[in-house]
Nanobody
Framework: VQLVESGGGLVQPGGSLTLSCVGS????????MSWYRQAAPGKGRELVA??????????KYRDSVKGRFTISRDNAKNTVYLQMNSLKPEDTAVYYC???????????????WGQGTQVTVSS
């Protein structure tokens, strides 16, 4: 069971990035998926966006990213995406994906939270 995040990088304020999270070893389409971020070691991990598993029709976002970020999924590719537009310096963080709908619960089969992907927004 594995989740691998990618797509982060350094971007100027106002720029865009698309993050990807590829799952393997489990029935990806059966799980809701979420993106979380952690701004610095020792700071809490916060929910960014979630998408459900059934038809991907239900999504939710933290207020600070509404209208700028879009979560989507492609079950055929076992991948969940986070399209991030109009990026701000306060979006700087390590971004992680998790198989939940915002609870923060990580099933034991998935092991510990991985490396994530670093997003840095700076001029």
């Amino acid at each position: 069971v594995q989740l691998v995040e990618s797509g982060g990088g350094l971007v100027q304020p106002g720029g865009s990035l698309t993050l990807s999270c590829v799952g393997s070893g489990f029935s990806f389409s059966r799980y809701a998926m979420s993106w979380y971020r952690q701004a610095a070691p020792g700071k809490g991990r916060e929910l960014v966006a979630s998408i459900n598993s059934i038809g991907s029709s239900s999504t939710k976002y933290r207020d600070s990213v509404k209208g700028r970020f879009t979560i989507s999924r492609d079950n055929a590719k076992n991948t969940v995406y986070l399209q991030m537009n109009s990026l701000k310096p306060e979006d700087t963080a390590v971004y992680y994906c998790n198989p939940d709908y915002g609870s923060g619960y990580r099933p034991p089969d998935f092991g510990s939270w991985g490396q994530g992907t670093q997003v840095t927004v700076s001029s």
